[in-house]
């Protein structure tokens, strides 16, 4: 059984930065693709960037270049940095992890955790 635990997020203004991260605990999701996902009101749950069990990482088009994920094996943590952050930004995010091959989309993620909230004004 995997549990993911979110922490940091917040509110900032327009270009500035925030960072989030996941706590992982349990040792099944070695090897698994670690993800974060957001969702804004009213809109689809959007992948953001995925780390992949090659270890290549995956982002959406609209956060290249300003968002940064991470892992640590050793604090079995996932982490997002967030740089030049604009008002689009503005979501409850999750962090997910699941079998890659499970995952066609954002929404196929079997784990998911309870989400922290990035608000950009």
């Known amino acids: 059984h995997v549990q993911l635990v979110e922490s940091g997020g917040g509110s900032v203004q327009t270009g500035g930065s925030l960072r989030v991260s996941c706590t992982i605990s349990?040792?099944?999701?070695?090897?698994?693709?670690l993800g974060w996902i957001r969702q804004a009101p009213g809109k689809d749950a959007e992948g953001v960037a995925v780390?992949?069990?090659?270890?290549?990482?995956t982002y959406t088009e609209i956060v290249k270049g300003r968002f940064t994920i991470s892992q640590d094996n050793a604090k079995n943590t996932l982490d997002l940095q967030m740089n030049s952050l604009e008002p689009e930004d503005t979501a409850m995010y999750y962090c997910?992890?699941?079998?890659?091959?499970?995952?066609?989309?954002?929404?196929?993620?079997?784990?998911w955790g309870q989400g922290t909230q990035v608000t950009v004004s």
């Open positions: 349990g040792d099944s999701y070695r090897g698994w693709c």
């Open positions: 997910a992890a699941d079998w890659c091959d499970a995952i066609a989309a954002a929404g196929d993620f079997g784990y």
């Open positions: 780390m992949n069990d090659d270890g290549s990482v």
